[in-house]
């Protein structure tokens, strides 16, 4: 493989991540405390539960302009928009002889697509944390991909890993 092959592959490209600090991680983890309201971990606090963000499972049925690839990316856009949350990068792939799949990383998590154009179906992911409303997406993928057949699933990723009785 060479380095063309690589960069094809992403390998080698500035990110700008940087190495884990292991020794900051061990010393945040002995004083971590979740209910702190000034930690800036981006939990979300609502309803007597804490969980790491709202992640939804959309089905686009019926849509239209699945196939096109800046559709997608203005969709993402929006969402993001009207979400509130913060755009760091898209990406996204058209398939030869259709579908396209992207994300969209977030401050906040992500947005992510894969479509099957032939069948009007786009499978897409919001995931955010913090103050960022993923519910709003919900209207943009409609009016986006002109269906009013879209289907939701809520998930509140990591509910249950810290409960009341822990901050008692």
């Not at 009007?120 to 709003?136: E, L, R, T």
């Not at 057949?149 to 998930?155: A, I, Q």
Request: hydrophobic share 40%.
């Amino acid at each position: 493989m060479d380095r063309a092959d690589l960069f094809q592959l992403g390998i080698g490209l500035e990110t700008g991540a940087h190495a884990e600090d292991t020794c900051s991680l061990k010393a945040a983890n002995d004083t971590r405390d979740i209910f702190d309201e000034d930690r800036e971990d981006h939990f979300i606090r609502k309803d007597g539960k804490v969980f790491a963000g709202t992640h939804l499972i959309i089905e686009v049925v019926n849509g239209h302009g699945l196939d096109d690839e800046t559709r997608i990316q203005k969709a993402f856009r929006d969402c993001v928009d009207e979400c509130g949350a913060t755009l760091l990068h898209i990406h996204t792939h058209k398939f030869s002889p259709q579908g396209v799949s992207g994300v969209a990383v977030l401050a906040e998590s992500h947005i992510s697509v894969h479509t099957w154009p032939e069948i009007g179906y786009g499978a897409f992911d919001v995931f955010m944390c913090g103050d960022a409303n993923p519910w709003n997406a919900v209207g943009v993928l409609k009016a986006a991909f002109g269906t009013d057949d879209v289907r939701v699933k809520e998930l509140l990723r990591g509910d249950g890993l810290v409960t009341d009785e822990a901050a008692a």
